[in-house]
């Protein structure tokens, strides 16, 4: 179905709706080969709060917005390759009443929908899961083995969930560990660490993880530098980033 909607016109001209509703911000989605497989609202969990996104499924890629007039005007365009994509079914949220969850797990960055009801859920899920086994055969590639943390939303933590005493309050404000997800206090985030599949620079990080990554980073480095020695032998946030 989907090579043969691939050229067809009706494909060409949802495709053109898609791009009018973002605007002149977002970026052109129109590719030779890209089929529109499905849109819809999705309840997306932010760090502050829920909040309803409208997401677009095409065979290579998903793409959210923030909805401001539904079918009619989105922003803050994202466009996640679904290559990267891996999912799973996630819990319900007792705190906000939100069920039919899953994840949406990348390198760069991983979150939690929810769906209006479960059919839909399983539906989201399974042509998510068709279109990346899809890519992945046509490309030869293995699935992501890495991705991004969940971050914890905020409201799941009146303590830093490291240290376990600093109490958040609008003096004493939240962080998120780049690599863990966790809500820590600033005292627990001091250091920043590079996480290349997230950012070209060195972002947020919790005290444990700076210290497990700095010390995988020195098994590393050991082992780069024996093999070299053998070789030479043998041979003479920023932290203020949207959570959305």
């Not at 319900?92 to 994840?103: I, T």
């Not at 939240?174 to 950012?199: A, N, Y």
Request: glycine share 6%; net charge positive.
């Amino acid at each position: 179905m989907v090579d043969r909607l691939a050229n067809s016109e009706a494909n060409s001209k949802r495709i053109a709706v898609v791009e009018s509703c973002f605007g002149a911000a977002g970026q052109p989605l129109a590719i030779p080969g890209r089929v529109l497989i499905g849109e819809g609202i999705l309840t997306k969990l932010c760090r502050k709060k829920p909040k309803l996104r409208q997401f677009f499924l095409f065979n290579d890629i998903l793409v959210y917005g923030n909805i401001v007039i539904q079918k009619k005007k989105y922003n803050k365009q994202h466009i996640i390759p679904l290559e990267s994509v891996t999912i799973d079914t996630a819990p319900d949220n007792a705190e906000y009443d939100l069920r039919n969850g899953w994840l949406i797990k990348t390198p760069t960055k991983s979150f939690t929908v929810f769906a209006a009801t479960a059919t839909e859920k399983s539906e989201w899920m399974n042509h998510i899961g068709k279109c990346v086994g899809d890519l992945l055969q046509k490309s030869g590639k293995a699935p992501t083995g890495e991705h991004a943390a969940v971050w914890v939303p905020d409201s799941e933590a009146s303590i830093c969930m490291r240290c376990q005493r600093a109490k958040f309050t609008a003096v004493n404000r939240r962080h998120h560990c780049r690599k863990c997800g966790f809500v820590v206090c600033g005292p627990c985030s001091e250091k920043r660490h590079l996480l290349p599949s997230q950012s070209s620079r060195p972002v947020r990080v919790c005290d444990f993880c700076y210290d497990m990554l700095t010390a995988a980073n020195g098994a590393r480095q050991i082992r780069q530098d024996t093999f070299s020695n053998n070789s030479a032998v043998s041979e003479e946030e920023d932290d203020e980033d949207s959570s959305d």
